[in-house]
């Protein structure tokens, strides 16, 4: 008995290599399963259209009338599931290169309800709301394809480059970012307030006492693995996480979800400028995997009623791009510049001390440099309390990758390794200094040089694949009032 072909292997023989092949080879009997995406009946002779989710395309199987229970196979519709065995043959129909004579099929799975997914166009705003189906979709197909190639190309990158793959814990007890917006983790019965152990003391009356909690602390999901991995690359050299990350931000934009996946690489004895090359080409990397293995979902999305026809464009002249790099400082001269003479609007005014916004991002990659750019050294009011201090006092080694069509795609920066800077820092930003005792370990111990960056997985997804809304590149979005399936 044969064993299952997938169809991606099918759909690659090219015509070339049948008209090479034996009649035996061309004729050989092979095993297929998968969804019916189409069929065309006619008394003699049906055609189906089969994708079993390895490929964007889908493989044409003809069926005769002579074969068992032709009335019931040609009476199916979209969704059925089926096991096909048959003969592959050239095809002689336009593109595609083989198609399967059936010889016996079998029905594994119905369709008992009106099937949601049509061949007519339906918005992507009503598929989240079936996230469970979306996959059997052409554009979610080649979307999540896309992804898994943009994960496999991330750790095939670093393991390349000498890096040890680590797993940070996803609970913690500190905030690495500073901001709060975390979610608690515990096993505390909230839903009954009476039952809360409360702490009686003079200084914190009618605080919860988390000691009585399941970890004996007060605990939250973790918002990124970057501090630990710092622990890691001080005895491993170059390491690299990647996993889910949580924000307790109620940010309800096309850009933002509460829970969603991170690649954070971690460099001993790298200092900034070696971070941003690395950062670079890794970006080109992961956009070079992509095109190269990816061509055909690239078309498709490329191809869509609201897709980005200039898609495999813009990504190959990303591939090769020359990464300029500029001081956050010089930045905002440019869009200060731009701004008082050059007539551009932007909706937040540009000046030193600001973030920057989206918008300015993109008019110094589109406009001014027309290609990406590498901002470095922002003030350190607005940054994390573990970045490098300058010199001036004012500004600290974080740089931050922009790319046209996006704006910031990475961001990252050197770590700080004095320990009475970084000790300040966490007194500064009124953080916890029992929650680090560790992390300021590090700087009494041999502290080094280090450096990192952290890419949303999801963000990269966005732009590789033209999509425009962070909830559909990823299988099962979660964000403010959304923890559906």
């Not at 300015?360 to 009011?381: N, Q, S």
Request: a negative charge.
């Amino acid at each position: 008995m044969s064993e299952r072909v997938l169809v991606k292997t099918l759909i690659s023989k090219s015509r070339e290599e049948l008209k090479n092949s034996t009649p035996q080879m061309i004729d050989s009997s092979i095993l297929v399963k998968g969804w019916v995406r189409s069929l065309r009946k006619s008394k003699k002779l049906s055609f189906i259209m089969l994708n079993d989710g390895s490929t964007q395309q889908s493989i044409q199987v003809v069926v005769e009338d002579s074969i068992h229970q032709y009335d019931q196979i040609s009476s199916m519709i979209t969704g059925f599931c089926i096991s096909v065995r048959g003969l592959l043959k050239e095809s002689q129909g336009q593109g595609q290169s083989v198609e399967i004579l059936a010889k016996e099929i079998t029905i594994l799975g119905g369709v008992t309800a009106e099937y949601p997914l049509q061949k007519k166009s339906t918005s992507l705003e009503f598929l989240r709301e079936i996230a469970h189906l979306r996959p059997r979709t052409n554009t979610f197909g080649a979307v999540f394809r896309v992804r898994h190639a943009i994960c496999f190309a991330t750790h095939k990158f670093f393991n390349d480059h000498g890096f040890f793959y680590i797993h940070p814990p996803i609970t913690t007890g500190s905030d690495c970012e500073g901001a709060g917006q975390m979610f608690r983790v515990t096993t505390l019965n909230v839903a009954d307030p009476t039952t809360l152990p409360m702490i009686n003391t003079d200084t914190d009356k009618n605080k919860v006492d988390f000691s009585k909690d399941f970890y004996g602390k007060e605990t939250h999901l973790t918002v990124s693995g970057q501090l630990e991995a710092e622990c890691m690359c001080l005895g491993l050299g170059s390491v690299y996480s990647f996993g889910p990350t949580f924000r307790a931000e109620n940010s309800n934009t096309p850009r933002h979800l509460s829970e969603f996946w991170m690649i954070e690489p971690e460099m001993a004895f790298y200092d900034l400028d070696d971070t941003a090359t690395l950062a670079a080409n890794y970006i080109k990397y992961l956009i070079g995997y992509v095109l190269d293995n990816c061509d055909n979902e690239l078309k498709f999305l490329e191809e869509r009623e609201d897709g980005d026809k200039e898609l495999r464009e813009r990504l190959k002249s990303l591939r090769y791009a020359d990464f300029k790099r500029i001081t956050y400082t010089d930045a905002m001269k440019i869009l200060e510049d731009a701004q008082k003479n050059s007539g551009a609007d932007f909706e937040f005014k540009p000046f030193w001390g600001c973030d920057l916004q989206t918008e300015h991002e993109r008019y110094l990659t589109e406009k001014h440099f027309a290609g990406p750019v590498i901002v470095t050294d922002y003030p350190k009011d607005i940054k994390a309390f573990y970045m490098k201090q300058n010199d001036d006092g004012k500004t600290v080694r974080a740089m931050d990758v922009l790319v046209p069509g996006v704006g910031e795609i990475i961001g990252g920066s050197q770590r700080e390794d004095d320990y009475n800077k970084l000790l300040a820092r966490i007194h500064d930003m009124k953080l916890e200094e029992k929650d680090y005792w560790w992390y300021l370990d590090l700087r009494k111990f041999g502290s080094a040089p280090h450096s990192g960056f952290g890419l949303g997985l999801e963000r990269a997804v966005m732009y590789i694949t033209g999509i425009s809304n962070i909830r559909d590149v990823i299988p099962f979005p979660r964000y403010s009032k959304n923890a559906e399936f």
